[in-house]
């Protein structure tokens, strides 16, 4: 996904991040092949993945799409943690409103700083 909108220090950091994600991912996939260990030892660490990448959007933002983007993703991140570890008895089957209120979480964010930044502007 390509965005034109970001600063080049936000996309190098993107992408520096999205290729250790993949080079790691690529090990524990090898090593799991060779059953050093099982995959629900690092299955795990898949929602810190995502919430990674969602604190970076943050971080490196310029604009409301990408702060409502990295706000989605920590959310997506903490939901598919909680389903896998049947916190408060959540499971993908039970709890997949929460994604429903992430979407309404990213828009209402989206539509905030949008409207913050058009009033600053005028």
């Known amino acids: 996904m390509r965005d034109d909108t970001m600063p080049a220090t936000a996309k190098n950091a993107k992408n520096l991040i999205f290729g250790i994600a993949l080079v790691g991912a690529g090990a524990l996939f090898l090593i799991n092949g060779w059953d050093f260990i099982s995959y629900k030892n690092w299955w795990i660490y898949i929602p810190a993945l995502i919430a990674l990448s969602g604190l970076i959007d943050i971080l490196v933002s310029r604009t409301a799409k990408h702060v409502a983007k990295g706000c989605f993703n920590i959310i997506l991140a903490f939901w598919i943690y909680a389903s896998m570890e049947h916190l408060w008895g959540w499971t ?19 539509g905030l700083l949008s409207s913050n930044k058009s009033s600053s502007e005028s």
């Open 92 to 110: 993908f089957g039970t709890s997949w409103p929460i994604i429903l209120i992430a979407v309404g979480v990213q828009s209402i964010i989206r």
